[in-house]
């Protein structure tokens, strides 16, 4: 059953979800609806889904609550990163989130967040430190989306916080 229908896609923001289809091109969709509910995109029980990115076409499989996990986790990096004083707990925990994140990139990708907000939305407003270290992790695990436009504005960059500027001058 599910072989016959459209491949979904879904960006999860916050409880909200703004859904886009991608229908398999060999099958035509019959109905059109109005919405994309989120049991649309996927249904009670299920919990992985092969998406297609609508902006690249990329396809890959997403876990439910990707872009969730995602924002939460950016979020949790903007904190630890606008602390004045590190205490070594945050360390840990600042370790944890990285590596969540960087798990959660190439997912993230396919649903297509880094297309929808652009990496350069990511790494431009310098007052979210947060969202910028996810989009220079982003940039990190796929060399490919760095940009010489990126490059030079990186360079621009007046960060003094030393665990974005050694990400910045690692990419560069």
């Known amino acids: 059953m599910l072989k016959n229908k459209c491949k979904k896609l879904c960006f999860m ?31 009670a029980g299920v919990d992985y889904a092969t998406v297609v990115n609508p902006i690249t076409g990329e396809k890959g499989e997403a876990r439910k609550g990707t872009l969730a996990a995602l924002m939460v986790n950016t979020m949790e990096l903007n904190k630890l990163l606008n602390k004045e004083k590190w205490e070594d707990k945050d360390k840990k925990k600042f370790e944890e989130i990285e590596k969540q994140v960087v798990e959660l990139i190439p997912s993230a990708k396919y649903i297509g967040i880094f297309d929808f907000f652009t990496l350069n939305e990511w790494i431009s407003d310098s007052s979210k430190l947060g969202r910028l270290y996810v989009g220079l992790l982003a940039l990190e695990r796929d060399k490919s989306l760095l940009t010489e436009e990126i490059k030079t504005f990186l360079k621009s960059l007046q960060i003094n916080h030393p665990l974005i500027a050694k990400k910045i001058e690692n990419l560069l």
């Open 13 to 43: 923001i916050g409880i909200t979800f703004l859904s886009l289809a991608a229908c398999d091109s060999k099958e035509e969709k019959k109905d059109t609806k109005a919405s994309i509910s989120p049991t649309d995109i996927l249904p």
